[in-house]
């Protein structure tokens, strides 16, 4: 046989066993979870480490990469890790919150199987159970492209992960008990920028006249954030999995459990500048910053350290600048907005309004009246296993009780899950008549935001949406006494957590979970129940042969 027929069989055969095995390649991760001394503020506090590190290890991987990660809970409590941003395409049972998972016990191992199917982006995990949140346990997860697949900007120098976050000094578990006990929380002691305040040495390095990428995320538990550098623009490429415009900005507001990416050319003279974080919309303002250190720095920089607008107005415009880079590259070669969103018909309207009130004499937070009450059986598996009265599919209604006019309102206190048709594609206006700014996520999905403002929301204010180049992403904040509109092409079958990420809300009730739903139960439209799924409360005695707990 000639020598090229003998090397075209080859290319040919590996073509086949490529596309037979699927090519996207597997990363293995080992992950041990413990109890540490975190002294991030000068106070030495409990919070959780993974393999020994706060914040936890990056997870790295490619558009389609399948992720198993193997974790083993030597905490002496029960834990979770949602994945926040990843999709879990057909795959709510690897979602990490309670709702769908049985917590993995005390010195335990669960193995996630999850795959980063047909996403890019910048996006974290955290844990998700008890007030572990306020613990630390956090990380970075980077989804890059695969290589053949063009990104609309040159390959920065190099990539940094800007984790920032507020911060207590007190404990998770003293957290815990004042929300308990029926406290508010206090306002935070710091903001953390990778785990630390105010660091005085090189946290990040560059070099003169060369471009870096920094991965921002706000990893707190109820502030917006905003980031500068100083004596530096940054130019916004991707906000949680979506190429945007590149615009410039001179400082960014990142609400809480928000993601974006910036790019920032070390064009300045060759010195240390400060990158400068501080909380916005609160009364006292915390800052905290960072070094970025020039090859050959003469020495950090004479200038007061700057300080961004600290405006609604400022921040609900930066939000509507931020759109869809319509000719750029999603995770497949076709443009993003080849996706025409904004000529589908939808099929459903759903307003949500958050409010406060009170159950037992306590403080609960709610959507729509209605406050989650945690459940001792997953919501999905008792989905799964055809165990009634675990929770109230259609418990939450799709609009506010007419009365509702925000705060101290009534609430009632139910395992409520929203029941809702897989393919159907619906609008959900966020509405908040609460004087701080809200955050919200819905897993498994990514949402147009289409629109924001302050003030009421109306059928008026659709004439304002942005059906043309709105950025899609998976949290979005609402302003105060303001309303964001999203639309939703649900295409992910399983049961989803929408939450509040303001952690003391979702804690108190601020969430609930959407059930995408087929009446065809097929592999096609959701993958089998794992083989190593944790079985408890009334799900544990439904199948002896797997693992209970
Ligand atoms: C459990 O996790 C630990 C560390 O995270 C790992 O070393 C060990 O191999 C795991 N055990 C099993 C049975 O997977
Ligand atoms: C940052 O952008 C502003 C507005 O576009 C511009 O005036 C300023 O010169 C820029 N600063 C730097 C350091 O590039
Ligand atoms: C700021 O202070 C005012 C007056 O003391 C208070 O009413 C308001 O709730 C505070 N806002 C925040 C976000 O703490
Ligand atoms: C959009 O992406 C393309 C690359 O596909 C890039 O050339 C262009 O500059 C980007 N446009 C904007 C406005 O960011
Ligand atoms: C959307 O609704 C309009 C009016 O009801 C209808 O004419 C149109 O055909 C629908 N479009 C699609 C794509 O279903
Ligand atoms: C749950 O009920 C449905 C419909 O009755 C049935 O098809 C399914 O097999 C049941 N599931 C289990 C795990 O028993
Ligand atoms: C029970 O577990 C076995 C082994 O994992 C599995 O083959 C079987 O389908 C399970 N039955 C149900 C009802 O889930």
Same mark, same amino acid.
């Given at each position: 046989?000639?020598?090229?027929?003998?090397?075209?069989?080859?290319?040919?055969?590996?073509?086949?066993?490529?596309?037979?095995?699927?090519?996207?390649?597997?990363?293995?991760?080992?992950?041990?979870?413990?109890?540490?001394?975190?002294?991030?503020?000068?106070?030495?506090?409990?919070?959780?480490?993974?393999?020994?590190?706060?914040?936890?290890?990056?997870?790295?991987?490619?558009?389609?990469?399948?992720?198993?990660?193997?974790?083993?809970?030597?905490?002496?409590?029960?834990?979770?890790?949602?994945?926040?941003?990843?999709?879990?395409?057909?795959?709510?049972?690897?979602?990490?919150?309670?709702?769908?998972?049985?917590?993995?016990?005390?010195?335990?191992?669960?193995?996630?199987?999850?795959?980063?199917?047909?996403?890019?982006?910048?996006?974290?995990?955290?844990?998700?159970?008890?007030?572990?949140?306020?613990?630390?346990?956090?990380?970075?997860?980077?989804?890059?492209?695969?290589?053949?697949?063009?990104?609309?900007?040159?390959?920065?120098?190099?990539?940094?992960?800007?984790?920032?976050?507020?911060?207590?000094?007190?404990?998770?578990?003293?957290?815990?008990?004042?929300?308990?006990?029926?406290?508010?929380?206090?306002?935070?002691?710091?903001?953390?920028?990778?785990?630390?305040?105010?660091?005085?040495?090189?946290?990040?390095?560059?070099?003169?006249?060369?471009?870096?990428?920094?991965?921002?995320?706000?990893?707190?538990?109820?502030?917006?954030?905003?980031?500068?550098?100083?004596?530096?623009?940054?130019?916004?490429?991707?906000?949680?999995?979506?190429?945007?415009?590149?615009?410039?900005?001179?400082?960014?507001?990142?609400?809480?459990?928000?993601?974006?990416?910036?790019?920032?050319?070390?064009?300045?003279?060759?010195?240390?500048?400060?990158?400068?974080?501080?909380?916005?919309?609160?009364?006292?303002?915390?800052?905290?910053?960072?070094?970025?250190?020039?090859?050959?720095?003469?020495?950090?920089?004479?200038?007061?350290?700057?300080?961004?607008?600290?405006?609604?107005?400022?921040?609900?415009?930066?939000?509507?600048?931020?759109?869809?880079?319509?000719?750029?590259?999603?995770?497949?070669?076709?443009?993003?907005?080849?996706?025409?969103?904004?000529?589908?018909?939808?099929?459903?309207?759903?307003?949500?309004?958050?409010?406060?009130?009170?159950?037992?004499?306590?403080?609960?937070?709610?959507?729509?009246?209605?406050?989650?009450?945690?459940?001792?059986?997953?919501?999905?598996?008792?989905?799964?296993?055809?165990?009634?009265?675990?929770?109230?599919?259609?418990?939450?209604?799709?609009?506010?009780?007419?009365?509702?006019?925000?705060?101290?309102?009534?609430?009632?206190?139910?395992?409520?899950?929203?029941?809702?048709?897989?393919?159907?594609?619906?609008?959900?206006?966020?509405?908040? @008549?609460?004087?701080? &700014? *809200?955050?919200?996520?819905?897993?498994?999905?990514? #949402?147009?935001?289409?629109?924001?403002? !302050? $003030? =009421?929301?109306?059928?008026?204010?659709?004439?304002?949406?942005?059906?043309?180049?709105?950025? @899609?992403?998976?949290? &979005? *904040?609402?302003?105060?006494?303001?309303?964001?509109? #999203?639309?939703?092409?649900?295409?992910? !079958? $399983? =049961?989803?957590?929408?939450?509040?990420?303001?952690?003391?809300?979702?804690?108190?009730?601020?969430?609930?979970?959407?059930?995408?739903?087929?009446?065809?139960?097929?592999?096609?439209?959701?993958?089998?129940?794992?083989?190593?799924?944790?079985?408890?409360?009334?799900?544990?005695?439904?199948?002896?042969?797997?693992?209970?707990?």
């Amino acid at each position: 046989m000639a020598a090229h027929i003998r090397a075209l069989l080859l290319v040919c055969a590996s073509l086949l066993i490529n596309s037979v095995l699927g090519e996207a390649p597997y990363r293995f991760f080992v992950w041990d979870t413990t109890y540490g001394v975190i002294n991030a503020l000068g106070v030495s506090q409990q919070g959780i480490l993974i393999n020994g590190q706060f914040p936890g290890p990056t997870i790295e991987c490619q558009t389609n990469d399948n992720l198993i990660i193997n974790i083993r809970n030597s905490l002496p409590d029960p834990f979770l890790l949602p994945w926040d941003g990843l999709q879990q395409r057909k795959n709510s049972w690897q979602d990490g919150v309670s709702g769908t998972s049985c917590p993995i016990p005390p010195g335990q191992n669960f193995t996630y199987h999850m795959q980063a199917k047909d996403q890019i982006g910048s996006f974290f995990y955290f844990p998700s159970l008890a007030f572990h949140k306020a613990a630390g346990g956090f990380g970075a997860i980077r989804i890059h492209s695969r290589p053949l697949i063009p990104v609309p900007f040159p390959t920065p120098e190099d990539e940094y992960t800007v984790l920032i976050g507020d911060w207590y000094t007190a404990g998770h578990k003293a957290l815990q008990d004042l929300l308990d006990s029926g406290k508010e929380l206090p306002s935070p002691d710091g903001i953390l920028i990778n785990g630390k305040r105010n660091s005085n040495g090189a946290d990040f390095t560059v070099e003169q006249g060369k471009t870096y990428r920094l991965r921002i995320s706000n990893v707190g538990i109820q502030n917006t954030l905003n980031i500068l550098i100083q004596g530096h623009n940054m130019t916004l490429v991707e906000v949680e999995g979506t190429h945007t415009v590149q615009n410039s900005y001179s400082s960014i507001d990142v609400h809480v459990g928000q993601s974006l990416s910036v790019l920032f050319t070390a064009n300045q003279p060759a010195r240390d500048y400060h990158i400068v974080v501080s909380t916005r919309f609160t009364n006292t303002t915390l800052h905290s910053t960072a070094v970025i250190r020039y090859a050959g720095s003469s020495g950090p920089t004479f200038e007061a350290l700057p300080s961004g607008p600290d405006d609604v107005e400022f921040s609900l415009n930066q939000a509507r600048s931020i759109r869809t880079n319509l000719t750029a590259s999603g995770p497949r070669p076709n443009p993003q907005g080849s996706y025409h969103y904004g000529s589908i018909n939808v099929t459903r309207t759903i307003r949500l309004a958050n409010s406060m009130g009170l159950v037992g004499g306590k403080p609960r937070y709610a959507v729509n009246g209605v406050s989650f009450a945690e459940a001792d059986t997953p919501l999905k598996l008792a989905d799964y296993y055809n165990i009634s009265g675990v929770f109230q599919l259609g418990g939450i209604p799709d609009a506010p009780p007419p009365a509702y006019n925000g705060a101290m309102e009534e609430v009632q206190s139910k395992t409520a899950a929203m029941d809702s048709d897989h393919r159907s594609f619906v609008e959900i206006v966020l509405e908040n @008549s609460e004087d701080g &700014v *809200q955050s919200w996520h819905l897993d498994g999905h990514s #949402v147009f935001v289409v629109g924001m403002d !302050v $003030g =009421t929301w109306s059928e008026q204010s659709r004439g304002s949406y942005n059906l043309v180049d709105a950025v @899609s992403r998976c949290t &979005v *904040q609402v302003y105060p006494r303001g309303w964001t509109a #999203v639309l939703i092409a649900l295409d992910n !079958v $399983g =049961t989803w957590n929408m939450r509040s990420e303001v952690w003391a809300r979702r804690y108190l009730g601020q969430q609930f979970y959407l059930r995408v739903y087929t009446p065809t139960h097929s592999f096609r439209d959701e993958l089998p129940i794992p083989d190593n799924v944790l079985l408890c409360g009334r799900a544990a005695a439904t199948n002896s042969s797997r693992t209970h707990v």
